[in-house]
């Protein structure tokens, strides 16, 4: 991509640590920044107006899910996963091939993509590179991911090796797929590496093509999955394939080195992370954002995150404590509610128990994000992530 078409601008960095601002058709996303996610074209049982004001600047939705449920076609005829879900601001959609690997309930994997057995009603489909591709381009997302392989944890080096060349060339043909929907012509006309192909086309501009790296835990895997899709001189660059079942002294060690591997000037985005240990580590290392089902999935569970650690409210400790989560939090559930009252919705199974955790619970990560940025800025990071981090698992 040329310098004058850059959608990320690195603002400033403290360390490794980065500052930065991605453009996009629907808005500016500052980051770091972590993306609430919206798997079937909502986030869980908060509206869209409620995630925007405890704010989220970016959500993601789930290829997966939304073709299975209600169809990307359907999407395509309410006018996009915009005006659908009724929210304004930047969206990114994956590619779904964490979906096929992870909740199909049978999968075959071929060069052509992935046979997949339909968890809803049973029913077996092709989700290839292509139809990734034709998916998110009917859903409308701002920044859309390449269809990769997402290795379990653990895997065997030849099986991990084979993946990461059939990743690469499935990226070969969403970009292909990407620039016949975008009318591009090619440019370029030499091959890359010798895993890549040769003539390519720029992205269209609307929505923005992201590569994955994969890798599993071998360094040196994930170091030659970097240099093959970094030659595509895409807009942005997730890491894959962490946070699968690994120790996390693991995913830790092999995370040290992601980051670097990838280009300086592109966005780099870690999948599928949502604790704060693993969201300051992962800025510390470069990473710019970051998603996880996390803070609404505790929310469900009773559980709030808070500066002083997670709080379980479905302890009885808790049925006459009429405080707030957190004194210092400026959500609606901290301004309004306690903690006695929160639990006795979790315990009576009210679903706005649930809401009002969720919301707390992403302001809460959002916020931290925030606090990072601020940090970054000032060349406070590390003191920022040590303070942060101690309170929050030593309270």
């Known amino acids: 991509m040329k310098k004058d078409d850059a959608c990320f601008e690195l603002v400033c960095a403290d360390g490794r640590a980065r500052r930065g601002r991605l453009t996009t058709a629907h808005g500016v996303v500052e980051t770091?920044?972590?993306?609430?996610?919206?798997?079937?074209?909502?986030?869980?049982g908060v509206k869209p107006e409620d995630v925007r004001a405890l704010g989220a600047q970016i959500l993601l939705a789930n290829?997966?899910?939304?073709?299975?449920?209600?169809?990307?076609?359907?999407?395509?005829?309410?006018?996009?996963?915009?005006?659908?879900?009724?929210?304004?601001?930047?969206?990114?959609?994956?590619s779904g091939g964490f979906q096929v690997f992870s909740l199909a309930g049978i999968n075959q994997i071929r060069e052509e993509g992935v046979t997949f057995q339909s968890h809803i009603d049973g029913s077996r489909h092709l989700l290839s590179p292509e139809k990734s591709m034709e998916i998110q381009h009917a859903l409308g997302a701002d920044v859309i991911m390449a269809f990769d392989e997402c290795v379990p944890y653990p895997a065997e080096r030849a099986y991990v090796e084979a993946s990461v060349g059939r990743t690469t060339r499935w990226l070969e043909r969403c970009l292909a797929a990407h620039r016949r929907a975008a009318?591009?012509?090619?440019?370029?006309?030499?091959?890359?590496?010798?895993?890549?192909?040769?003539?390519?086309?720029?992205?269209?501009?609307?929505?923005l093509l992201f590569g994955i790296q994969q890798g599993g835990m071998?360094?040196?895997?994930?170091?030659?999955?970097?240099?093959?899709?970094?030659?595509?001189?895409?807009?942005?660059?997730?890491?894959?394939?962490?946070?699968v079942g690994e120790p996390k002294e693991v995913l830790f060690d092999v995370l040290d080195d992601c980051a670097d591997m990838l280009p300086k000037?592109?966005?780099?985005?870690?999948?599928?992370?949502?604790?704060?240990?693993?969201?300051?580590?992962?800025?510390?290392?470069?990473?710019?954002?970051?998603?996880?089902?996390?803070?609404?999935?505790?929310?469900?569970h009773g559980r709030a995150m808070t500066r002083d650690g997670s709080v379980n409210l479905r302890n009885a400790k808790y049925a006459e404590d009429f405080a707030p989560l957190d004194e210092a939090c400026g959500?609606?559930?901290?301004?309004?509610?306690?903690?006695?009252?929160?639990?006795?919705?979790?315990?009576?199974?009210?679903?706005?128990?649930?809401?009002?955790?969720?919301?707390?619970?992403?302001?809460?990560?959002?916020?931290?994000?925030?606090?990072?940025?601020?940090?970054?800025?000032?060349?406070?990071?590390?003191?920022?992530?040590?303070?942060?981090?101690?309170?929050?698992?030593?309270?």
């Not at 970054?376 to 920022?384: H, L, N, S």
Request: proline content about 6%; overall charge positive.
């Open 218 to 243: 071998f360094k040196d895997l994930r170091r030659l999955s970097s240099e093959q899709i970094a030659a595509f001189d895409l807009p942005g660059y997730a890491i894959g394939g962490l946070s």
């Open 331 to 395: 959500c609606e559930t901290c301004r309004h509610y306690s903690k006695a009252y929160l639990r006795h919705l979790i315990q009576s199974k009210e679903m706005l128990g649930a809401t009002l955790l969720s919301i707390h619970n992403l302001h809460f990560l959002t916020d931290l994000m925030a606090g990072a940025r601020a940090a970054i800025e000032a060349g406070a990071f590390e003191r920022f992530k040590r303070d942060a981090l101690d309170r929050y698992y030593l309270a």
């Open 63 to 94: 290829t997966y899910h939304l073709y299975l449920r209600p169809g990307h076609e359907t999407v395509a005829k309410a006018g996009g996963l915009h005006r659908f879900m009724h929210w304004d601001g930047p969206i990114l959609t994956d």
């Open 183 to 207: 009318g591009c012509r090619p440019y370029g006309g030499e091959a890359h590496t010798k895993n890549v192909g040769a003539a390519f086309c720029r992205p269209n501009p609307r929505q």
């Open 265 to 300: 000037e592109k966005p780099r985005y870690l999948m599928g992370v949502g604790t704060p240990d693993i969201l300051l580590e992962g800025v510390a290392r470069g990473v710019d954002m970051f998603d996880c089902v996390l803070p609404t999935r505790e929310a469900r």
């Open 32 to 44: 770091p920044v972590f993306m609430p996610v919206g798997t079937a074209a909502t986030v869980k």
